[in-house]
Nanobody
């Protein structure tokens, strides 16, 4: 399974960025895709996650109302629209793909993409 992220970069406070994640999955049955972020010295934290089967989404409190996760199930692609960015959104953002190989649950991470919010 390959997980490829794109987007990110530099933005000023209040601006928007869009992240995309595409997973090449072969026989891996994907049931969830999400975005996590990490800053130096801190644990990786959930930003937003979507369950593909029932169209539910989960957001960190800090991004509710500003970030939106969307997906294209047919392409195993998920996007994160980030609006009204704040300096505290600065982090490395990672895509996580969760699923099953038969009865075996597993997950894969992308390589990460940097988001920097600064004036």
């Amino acid at each position: 399974v390959q997980v490829v992220e794109s987007g990110g970069g530099l933005a000023q406070p209040g601006e928007s960025l869009r992240l995309s994640c595409a997973a090449s999955v072969s026989d891996f049955n994907v049931w969830a895709m999400g975005w996590y972020r990490q800053t130096p010295g801190k644990q990786r934290e959930l930003v937003a996650k979507t369950i593909l089967s029932d169209d539910t989404a989960q957001y960190a409190d800090s991004v509710k109302g500003r970030f939106t996760i969307s997906r294209d199930n047919a392409k195993n692609t998920v996007h994160l629209q980030m609006n009204k960015l704040k300096t505290e959104d600065t982090a490395a953002y990672f895509c996580k793909v969760e699923g099953n190989w038969g009865d075996l649950q597993h997950y894969y991470w992308g390589q990460g993409t940097q988001v920097t919010v600064s004036s």
